[in-house]
Each structure stands twice: as structure tokens, then as C-alpha cells.
């Protein structure tokens, strides 16, 4: 590879900057007196704390999981602090123009103006600045709409009665050890409730960032389509440069009712570490989603360039008849990354569907596997799967896996699972030098077309974004 | 029933009573090895999908199984394969008086280790054990950790082994439930070829527990053709490991037919320590009632320029349970990697299960590598086509699920096993509903 080459894949985090603001910070550790600080901090209702209580205690007794394709040493979770918020001010601001200059600013460069962007693209953003919520745009608007789209604290005050009814009902606090911890300690996040038969007037976005050194980001997402609804839901994260690594440990949790259609995009971006491996987030995520009505929908899409590590498996329950699944991904790893993802879907109805596209691109010393698990039961009659998962590879000091597993109990089902390795071809590639065009944009225009089927489900703005994530990972990354 | 812990101390209980030839060094390695390692259960990924519940529930460890048979009996149910040179064990112990191979056995070709000259012996102790991990494989160990007797087959370099050699493994009825044990090392010096036939058979039902072991080692170009037949009653349980080395410009292809058991577990495990290798897998498994069966194949891609192809196909109905692992592991050098692995189901019953799992692990980018796995009822499209030409739906029915087991079937490189095959296979589906007849359409 030419030094060219190489000084591109080693480019620099844009996005490893850090914010200089006065936060508040528990001290490191992890006992009960912190989740009851957290949730005094947050104003909490007595039945909530002992929710997180309960929580806590099953993390307790619960062994960290080693089935991941991953090496890492031991994340010591006493030497990490649970709370961050920016400033101490008790009280919180409560519009735009209260939010610390400094804070917009970050913001600003990240490229997601709250202003300018909102107004423009026509979305709302709820960003997450380490563990607190700092403001929600086109508030007003979505509540014309009877559309509820808060930080997950206001709405652990406002509306109980969902929060109750939904909050662990399709991820429960002792579902694995990340998800346990997430739900003993998380400090904000995001709640979106979508009334019977509306159709969200805008696409909702939330932006995370980890600013503080030595915080664990653990927010926890709830979104809820009530019967025929519809919504389009953004994540994108950052994170500065740190030496150390840091956790975040999410949960989202989908709930879609009768003929509700959901749809989840995600970029990630944390930071990998740099050109040694060192430092970079560890990002231990549960997501999944449960149709839980007939006819229902929930897409998956994500865009996985950042963290040190990613752990993450956005699942589909298809509980209801007809439901259908879907999970499409491109996960990109670059020097010292390491990716274990993929999917579950678990067909319970009748006549269920599911289609699974998965796109893997492992570069410089990185191992990337995608690890899938398909389930059919045996009410779930007519089910219908489509697997496909493709994985490029660039340079020869990295790693592409494939783990998916099928598990049918079902005659009436038909399932496919189709997987393939290569590189780069030279044919591909020569055939695009032929006319004219230079071997850097050859390869950018090839790893381009092989996630277009993903690309391609994704909301404009950020597919985008997406593309040119990629292509400053990997322009020329072929010697 | 009794617990994984108990099993394992039953294994190690029963090693009082038995001896190994004192020359060879490997038992006292493995019984070492096997004190540190636990009986796999659920939780173990590799056993994730098959639960040893008949090991559990029966004391087979306690006793050992004897080799006493009909011998009219064993003749018959052995059936001709025409002109091969046959070795026949009953309940792992070598029956000389079914068995005649004495041409090979003059020229040295075949072995028991209890016969093994010096030479024989250091090239035993040299090979056996060599050709996996003992700690992924807890079998395997509890195989070598009592060697009684056992079976070399050396190709000497340069030399094509005219006749075919069938290795036929009997299990018959014992007083009471028992552990039966056979082990093969088959060494192929450069240039060699031979072709092998394994029929894993039974006199009826059998209430042993067969554990049977083979290692092959490929040596520069030398070539083997290995037919496998697993054809048993349903009663048994049997766990067989296969473990093949090869070296630079070897050869090895396989062709297995295996029904369900109680319990049937196959791992195969192919190194490629040399450029140039190739290895092909072709299997079909079938399972009906209550049986199971368990496939485990492992290709470690260590080498460059080798090529592997595997085509597995199961059939799987009633309350059966089938399990295909196929895992494709490429190491960082063994770039211009050509891999492909394919399994294809057929699923008839809404009791049954099939869980696949093929897996690929790549650590060099100048491969082609895929898998693929699917999972299907019968073609309603093919049916269509069928009943559209005035057959009706059962006969197209069969007519499709012969079609699909027979693919494999016909592949098979001796025309005798197929006549075998055939034989086990109307055995088979004479009580699968609407399926007893499938023979005779053909």
C-alpha cells in the first residue's frame, strides 16, 4: 500500500474534539446509593427507582458475556462514573436559547445545527449531550400532531402510565448484563409515543455525544407506535478522543402496535481509537423491537463506522400475524476495530417476514463478524426469511466472520441464508481505470455500489452523511 | 438420570478395567487431558443444539461391550460389495472370521495395532492424536484414553491400492447397555491412493454406545476416496470423530449417508497444511421419529492455493431433530482461498427441527469464500408441474423427496454402495408416511 493510502485509512477522528464546560460527575463506582442518587437527581416517582433497584440487583449476580468475536481487557465497572450532566444548575434549560453556547457549538461542528438544521430538514432533533437531554426541537409542532417526543425523564413525569406499561416490555432488566446495567443506572434518553392512526409529521432524530472523561453514556430509548401509526426515527453518535476507553451501554426498545410501521435509522460514529488501538468506545448496545399487532413493521437500518468495539444486535420479535422484519446494515472497521453485529429475528406469527441485508468491510487490523440468529417457531406458519451477508475485505491483517443461526421448527417456512467473502476485485477495478477514472475513486465508487442496498433504505440526510463516512475511511484503501 | 459430572466420573471409572497396549503413549496423555475437561451441555456452543441425554440416562460407560455374533447373521446383513478387501468390527472388537483382507495385510498395508512391528509402532505414536485439538473434542480424548486395539492403514509411497477396503462396524444387542470404542489411523505416504468404504451398521436394535474414532493423513499427492455409510438402527448412539490432515497437492473426497439415532453426532475436521490441497464433502442426512442427528464440519484453511467444496443435504421429518454446522476457517496466509460450503433442507413435519448454522472465519482477503443454507417444505410450484401432468400429489410428493436424496445417492464413486445405499434407504422410508413406496418408482 502507498503511503498515500495508508495516511488516508489513518485519517484523523473529525469529531474528537472536547467540549470545555463545567459538568456535574458522580464519583466512579457503581452500588445502590448511585442508581438512588441518579434517580433522585432526575426527580423520580418511588416505583421507578425500585424499578432500577431490581435492576441492579439482578446485574449483581450476572457474568459479563465472552460469545462475541471480541478481545478486550475486562471493562472495570467500578472505575467508571454512572452520572454526567453538564452544569450544575438544578434546574435544567428549558428552550434553546438557554443551552450553553459552548455546548450548541459542539453541536454546530458535528454538523447538526439544532436551529438552522431543524428548520431546513424539517427534523427534530432531541440531542443527548452525555447523559442529559439539553433541549427538543419542534416540540410545538409534533404536539399538534398528539405526537410525544420528550427525554425519556420528562416522560418518567409526565406520562407514568406509558412508561409503566412499556418500559421493559420488550427489552426486561435481566434480558443480558449490558442491558441490566443500562437499565440500573440509565440517566436520559429518548421517549416517543405515535397516536392511533397518525402519521409523524416530521422525521425524529436524536443525536448522542460523550463529552466527560471516564463516563459511561447509558441512555435508553422507548418508542411506541400506537394502532396505524407511522414514524421515522434518527440516531447518530460521536464521541471526542480519548486515551481511555469508554462505555456506552444503550438500550431501545420499539414497541409496534396493529399495522404501525417503525423505522430506525442509525450512524454511528464514536470513536475508534487511534491508529494503535488505544482508547475508542465500547459500545455494548441492546436494541430490538417487538410487532406486537398484526400487519405490523419495524426496519432496522444502521451505519457502523465508530467505536473501539460494537456489540450490538438490533432484533425483531414477530409476534403479530404479518409482521414483517427487516435489518439492513453496513458495518465498516478500520485499524484496530472490532465489530460483533447483526441480528435477531424471531417469527412467532403467522405468515411473517423477515429480510436480513448485511454488508460487512473490514480494513487495516480489524475483525468484523456479523452474527445472526433466525427463529422460526411452530405457529408461524408461511414465514418467509431472506439472508444475505456479504463481506469485503481490505488488506490482509484483518478479519471478516459470518456466525448466523437458523433454527426452524416449521415445515410451512421457507428461509434462505446466502454469504460471500472477497476483496476488492482487480477486475472491478481495472475495468474502472480503463476509463479514466483514478484507483482511489475506483474503490470508493465499488465499496459504494456494494452498500447501495443498504444506503438506499436510509432517510436522505443521512445516507449522505453515510456515504461520505465511508468514503473518507476508504477512498484508495486498496494497495 | 445422572449428571454430566457423574458421567465423567463413570468414564474415568471405567478405565480400572481396561488395559492399553503398553507401548503406545497416547492413553495416558488423553485420560490427562480428559480429567481437566467437563461434559459438554447446552451451554457449550459446539453442543448447543444436542443435548446428551442418552448418555444421561444410560449407563453405557459401565460396561464394556463384547464382539460375539451370528456370524450367518453379520453375513447378511453385510451384504456383497463385490471385490473389496473387508475388515468387520462387532461392537469395536475385530472380527477375523467375517473379515478377509490378507493381501493388504501380507504387504503391510493393513495393521491392528495389537500386530504392529517397531516400525508400525513409532509411526502410531507419532500420528495418533495429531489431527485436532484434544480439548474441543472431550470424545475423542475418552477414545484414546483407552486403546485396547485399533487399526492402521499405511499407503506406502507411490502406491495405488487396487482394491477398495471396507471397514464395517457391527452393533448388535448386549446383555446390558455398553460402550463400545474403535479407532482408525489411515497415512497415506506421497504419491499414494486408496479408496475407503465405512458401513456403520446394526443387527437389529442395539443398545450400545458406539465411539468410534478415524485420522487421516494426506501426504504430498497422495489421493483418498472415503465412502461413508451411517445406516444403523435408530436405537443407537454413536459419536464419530474424523479428522483429516492434508498435506501439499492431496486429495480427499467424501460422499456419507447418515440416518438419526437416539443420538448421532459426526464431527469432521479438515486441516490444509499444504498448498494445493483440495477437499470435497458431500453428505445427505435423514432423520424420522424421535432420532437425532448432529453434523459438525470444520475446514481449517492453513495453507494457500487449497480449494474445498461442500454440498450437505438433510431430510428431516416426524419429531426428528437435525443439527448441520459447517465452519469455514481461512488463516491470515491461505490467501487464493477457494471455499464453498451449501446445505440444503428439506423440513416435512411440524415436530421436527432443523438448526443450521454455517459459519465463515476469515483472516486473508484474497479469498472467494461463501455459504449458503436454506430451508424448505416441498416446491409448490414442482408439485404443480407434477399433478398438471396427471401424477397426483403423493406420488409427486415422493417422487420430489427421492429426487432430492437420490442427487446425493447417485454421486456416491462405487456402484456397489449405491446398491447398499438403496437397500438402507427403502429401510428407511418403509415406515415414513406416504413415502414407504419411493423406491419403487424409480
Redesign the interface.
Known amino acids: 500500500m502507498s503511503d498515500e493510502i495508508n495516511a488516508l485509512i489513518r485519517r484523523e477522528y473529525e469529531a474528537g474534539f472536547v467540549t470545555n464546560i463545567e459538568s456535574e460527575t458522580l464519583p466512579p463506582g457503581l452500588n445502590e446509593e448511585v442508581v438512588r442518587v441518579i434517580s433522585a437527581k432526575k426527580n423520580e416517582p418511588e416505583w421507578m427507582l425500585e424499578w432500577r433497584l431490581e435492576a441492579y440487583r439482578k446485574w449483581r449476580e450476572m457474568e459479563i458475556p465472552t460469545w462475541a468475536h471480541l478481545k478486550h481487557p475486562p471493562v472495570d465497572f467500578d472505575a467508571i462514573s454512572y452520572y454526567s450532566s453538564p452544569k450544575s444548575k438544578n434546574d435544567g434549560p428549558k428552550s434553546l436559547d438557554e443551552v450553553d453556547p459552548e455546548i450548541l457549538e459542539t453541536f454546530e461542528k458535528l454538523g447538526i445545527p439544532l436551529h438552522e438544521r431543524a428548520k431546513l430538514a424539517g427534523v427534530a432533533v432531541d440531542a443527548v449531550f452525555d447523559s442529559v437531554s439539553i433541549g427538543t426541537t419542534f416540540k410545538d409542532d409534533l404536539a399538534k400532531a398528539g405526537v410525544i417526543f420528550c427525554s425519556i425523564s420528562e416522560a418518567i413525569r409526565d406520562y407514568p402510565e406509558l412508561i409503566q406499561k412499556y418500559l421493559g416490555s420488550v427489552v426486561p432488566q435481566q434480558d443480558n448484563f449490558y442491558a441490566a446495567l443500562n437499565s440500573a443506572v440509565f440517566s436520559d434518553g429518548s421517549f416517543v409515543y405515535i397516536p392511533k392512526n397518525t402519521r409523524c409529521p416530521m422525521e425524529l432524530s436524536t443525536y448522542f455525544r460523550i463529552n466527560e472523561l471516564n463516563t459511561g453514556q447509558f441512555e435508553r430509548t422507548l418508542i411506541v407506535a400506537d394502532e396505524g401509526s407511522q414514524v421515522s426515527y434518527l440516531e447518530g453518535c460521536t464521541a471526542p478522543m480519548r486515551d481511555e476507553n469508554q462505555l456506552h451501554a444503550a438500550v431501545v426498545e420499539l414497541v409496534a402496535l396493529g399495522n404501525a410501521d417503525i423505522k430506525y435509522s442509525t450512524v454511528q460514529n464514536w470513536y475508534p481509537g487511534d491508529e494503535n488501538g488505544k482508547g475508542g468506545i465500547y459500545n455494548f448496545v441492546t436494541k430490538r423491537g417487538v410487532c406486537d399487532g398484526a400487519n405490523s413493521k419495524i426496519s432496522w437500518t444502521q451505519v457502523e463506522t465508530g467505536s473501539a468495539i460494537t456489540w450490538k444486535y438490533p432484533s425483531v420479535i414477530l409476534r403479530g400475524d404479518n409482521s414483517i422484519g427487516e435489518f439492513y446494515s453496513v458495518a465498516l472497521t478500520n485499524g484496530y476495530q472490532q465489530a460483533d453485529t447483526g441480528t435477531k429475528m424471531i417469527h412467532l406469527g403467522k405468515n411473517t417476514k423477515s429480510t436480513i441485508v448485511s454488508k460487512g468491510i473490514s480494513a487495516g487490523r480489524s475483525q468484523n463478524a456479523y452474527r445472526g440468529l433466525v427463529r422460526i417457531s411452530p405457529r408461524a406458519d408461511g414465514a418467509r426469511n431472506h439472508t444475505q451477508c456479504d463481506s469485503l475485505l481490505i488488506g490482509d491483517q484483518c478479519g471478516a466472520h459470518t456466525f448466523p443461526y437458523i433454527e426452524n421448527k416449521n415445515p410451512d417456512a421457507i428461509l434462505e441464508h446466502e454469504a460471500t467473502t472477497s476483496k476488492v476485485s482487480d477486475d472491478q477495478l481495472f475495468l474502472c481505470r480503463q476509463r479514466g477514472i483514478d484507483e482511489e475513486k475506483a474503490v470508493s465508487m465499488i465499496v459504494n455500489g456494494f452498500c447501495k442496498e443498504v444506503f438506499k433504505e436510509l432517510p436522505m440526510e443521512f445516507a449522505v452523511e453515510a456515504g461520505k463516512l465511508l468514503e473518507v475511511s476508504l477512498e484508495g484503501a486498496v494497495g | 438420570m445422572i449428571t454430566p459430572n457423574e458421567l465423567k466420573q463413570q468414564a474415568q471409572n471405567s478405565w480400572q478395567h481396561q488395559s492399553s497396549l503398553d507401548w503406545l503413549s497416547l492413553p495416558a496423555k488423553a485420560r490427562a487431558t480428559f480429567a481437566g475437561l467437563d461434559i459438554p451441555t447446552r451451554k457449550t ?1 459446539a453442543w448447543k ?1 444436542t443435548p446428551l441425554t442418552p448418555l444421561l440416562n444410560n449407563a453405557y460407560l459401565a460396561n464394556q461391550a463384547a464382539g460375539d455374533v451370528d456370524a450367518g447373521a453379520a453375513e447378511t446383513r453385510i451384504g456383497p460389495l463385490g471385490d473389496v478387501s473387508r475388515l468387520v468390527f462387532i461392537n469395536g472388537h475385530f472380527t477375523p472370521g467375517l473379515s478377509r483382507f490378507s493381501d493388504l495385510e501380507n504387504q503391510g498395508i493393513i495393521t491392528l495395532f495389537s500386530n504392529a512391528n517397531d516400525t508400525q509402532r513409532d509411526l502410531i505414536n507419532a500420528e495418533l492424536g495429531t489431527g485436532f485439538e484434544p480439548k474441543e473434542h472431550i470424545f475423542a480424548t475418552l477414545n484414546y484414553s483407552s486403546v485396547a486395539d485399533g487399526l492402521l492403514i499405511h499407503a506406502p509411497a507411490d502406491f495405488k491400492v487396487q482394491q477398495a477396503i471396507q471397514l464395517v462396524y457391527l452393533s448388535t444387542a448386549e446383555a446390558d447397555t455398553s460402550l463400545a470404542q474403535s479407532r482408525v489411523l489411515v497415512c497415506a505416504e506421497a504419491g499414494s491412493s486408496l479408496e475407503l468404504i465405512e458401513q456403520f451398521d446394526s443387527l437389529g436394535a442395539t443398545n450400545v454406545f458406539h465411539n468410534h474414532m478415524m485420522e487421516v493423513s494426506l501426504h504430498p499427492n497422495a489421493r483418498m476416496v472415503h465412502t461413508r455409510l451411517q445406516v444403523e438402527h435408530e436405537s443407537l448412539t454413536h459419536i464419530n470423530g474424523l479428522h483429516i490432515k492434508l498435506a501439499q497437492g492431496s486429495h480427499y473426497e467424501q460422499h456419507a449417508l447418515a440416518f438419526g439415532s437416539a443420538l448421532k453426532r459426526n464431527d469432521i475436521n479438515v486441516s490444509f497444511n499444504g498448498n494445493n490441497a483440495y477437499c470435497r464433502l458431500n453428505g445427505v442426512f435423514l432423520s424420522k421419529h424421535k432420532q437425532h442427528i448432529d453434523n459438525h464440519l470444520n475446514l481449517e484453511h492453513a495453507a494457500p492455493h487449497c480449494n474445498s467444496d461442500t454440498e450437505y443435504k438433510g431430510f428431516i421429518t416426524d419429531s426428528s431433530r437435525a443439527v448441520f454446522n459447517g465452519r469455514i476457517h481461512i488463516h ?1 496466509h491461505a ?1 487464493k482461498t477457494a471455499a464453498h460450503l451449501n446445505s440444503k433442507n428439506l ?31 416441498l416446491d409448490d410450484k414442482s408439485l404443480f408441474y407434477f399433478q398438471s401432468r396427471g401424477i397426483d400429489r403423493a406420488t409427486a410428493e415422493a417422487m420430489l423427496c427421492l429426487g432430492f436424496v437420490n442427487e446425493m445417492v447417485e454421486q456416491f464413486p462405487n456402484g456397489a454402495v449405491i446398491e447398499l445405499a438403496r437397500q438402507r434407504l427403502a429401510e428407511f422410508f418403509n415406515d415414513v408416511d406416504k413415502l414407504n413406496n419411493l423406491w419403487s418408482l424409480e
Open positions: 456452543e443444539y491470515q490467501q423440513l416435512l413435519s411440524k415436530q421436527a427441527e432443523l438448526d443450521t448454522k454455517p459459519e465463515l472465519e476469515i483472516y486473508a482477503d484474497d479469498v472467494k469464500c461463501s455459504h449458503g443454507a436454506s430451508i424448505g417444505k
